[in-house]
């Protein structure tokens, strides 16, 4: 008995298993066509899953940003710490996500 990957999610399991333990795709019935719909699924929940933390990110930047000019913050206040640490942290997200979202395209081509 050997161990192998799993062709969908890449986890160990038996050679001999009929179906995957962990994301239970049926090993008898796979076809390529199967196998590649899988993936193409994956592969989009795992953008709309990045573009929400982008979308996230935007809003803890923009937030941040106007907060601070609108209610005119005092620095050394906890008002402009807040302020300053959401935009600043908002910029930083959304600069991942948008290497993440890059490297992802560049991964399906």
């Known amino acids: 008995m050997a161990v192998i990957n799993c062709p969908s999610c890449r986890k160990k399991i038996s050679d001999k298993a009929k179906s995957c333990s962990h994301c239970?795709?049926?090993?008898v019935n796979l076809d390529e066509e199967?196998?590649?719909?899988?993936?193409?699924?994956?592969?989009?929940?795992?953008?709309?899953?990045?573009?929400t933390w982008s979308f996230?990110?935007?809003?803890?930047?923009?937030?941040?940003?106007?907060?601070?000019?609108w209610k005119n913050v005092q620095p050394g206040t906890w008002q402009y710490y807040l302020s300053v640490g959401s935009t600043v942290i908002g910029f930083f997200i959304y600069i991942a996500t948008r290497v993440q979202l890059i490297l992802l395209k560049r991964e399906n081509k």
Not at 34 to 43: D, I, P
Request: charged fraction near 20%; hydrophobic fraction near 50%; glycine fraction near 6%.
């Open 24 to 27: 239970q795709i049926d090993l």
């Open 34 to 51: 199967k196998l590649a719909a899988k993936r193409q699924v994956e592969r989009i929940n795992k953008s709309q899953r990045i573009m």
């Open 56 to 69: 996230i990110a935007m809003l803890m930047f923009c937030g941040g940003f106007l907060f601070y000019y």
